[in-house]
């Protein structure tokens, strides 16, 4: 089997007790295969993190996007793509705000929760497709984004041959997907929560992310983390670890928002382990090599 992204050698690399992991030799990408590591507590629910702490963690991706429209753009009114929407926090934020927004969801439930959300005007943008597949206008978007999308997709460079031309040139895109390089997979191993969604199938890290793009015709000007990004990430690994699977009890997120705090104060000056990688990359064109 071949990396579909640099072309190498997949690898075999053993995590745990019940979950294998195949890696390619060249550029670390990691995949994974439901057969050989198995999605545990979240494999049957309809799997989410808590509202709360969403709105809070794209509050601080928006403030990431507010500040590439000041730094990129003269304009402060943008053409913007969100890609995989999910409950709609960001899309709206923007709309509030006077952006022209598009929003692809294959999530034929969020697609229709957030259009009653909005004005009539603004439904006709809201569209359910599958990621894959989705058609949008061509060379019309600023900006387009995906936060923990990337890593649910099958074929992520018809996603990104689609996103480039549905960006203007010099069209800014941002990434958020979770670090396949972060030491907090290689502590907490088959009890990393990113591997309790069975629909994550890649683990990037910024050597694969940065050839998938490239290759898309895309360059990387800024690796910028989020701060808070994933913020329960590691506290939920460790309570897996411990043998809990069911948090949602009041003692658990108590436990869980408190080991949070210490974990990510632990990423300041620790920064391999934080448990996601952002890539912000400009579309290519004849000025913009």
């Not at 702490?53 to 753009?73: E, G, P, Q, S």
């Not at 969801?105 to 969020?110: T, V």
């Not at 043998?243 to 869980?256: A, D, E, I, K, R």
Request: proline letters at 3%; glycine letters at 6%.
């Amino acid at each position: 089997m071949y990396c579909p992204i640099c072309g190498g050698k997949f690898k075999e690399i053993n995590i745990g007790k019940s979950c294998l992991l195949l890696k390619c030799k060249q550029c670390g990408l990691l995949k994974r295969d439901l057969d050989k590591c198995f999605a545990h507590a979240r494999a049957f629910q309809d799997f989410g993190g808590n509202s709360q702490l969403d709105k809070w963690r794209l509050a601080n991706v928006k403030l990431l996007v507010d500040r590439i429209i000041n730094k990129y753009f003269s304009n402060r009114k943008q053409s913007i793509l969100d890609i995989g929407f999910g409950r709609g926090f960001l899309l709206k934020a923007f709309i509030r705000e006077g952006h022209s927004v598009w929003g692809i969801d294959h999530d034929q439930r969020m697609v229709d929760k957030v259009s009653m959300d909005l004005e009539r005007s603004y439904r006709s943008n809201i569209i359910h497709s599958e990621l894959e597949k989705f058609e949008v206008p061509s060379g019309c978007f600023d900006i387009a984004y995906m936060v923990h999308v990337i890593e649910h997709l099958k074929n992520p460079s018809i996603v990104l041959g689609r996103l480039y031309e549905a960006l203007k040139p010099g069209g800014i895109l941002l990434i958020i997907t979770p670090n396949g390089d972060s030491a907090s997979l290689r502590l907490f191993k088959e009890n990393w929560w990113f591997l309790e969604d069975p629909t994550h199938y890649y683990f990037y890290n910024h050597t694969s992310m940065h050839i998938l793009l490239e290759s898309a015709g895309f360059k990387i000007i800024s690796r910028q983390p989020v701060l808070g990004e994933s913020f329960t990430l590691e506290a939920n690994s460790a309570l897996r670890w411990l043998g809990f699977y069911n948090l949602n009890n009041p003692t658990l997120t108590f436990s869980s928002l408190g080991l949070s705090l210490l974990f990510n104060l632990i990423r300041i000056a620790y920064p391999d382990l934080h448990p996601s990688i952002t890539a912000i990359a400009r579309k290519k064109d004849d000025n913009n090599h």
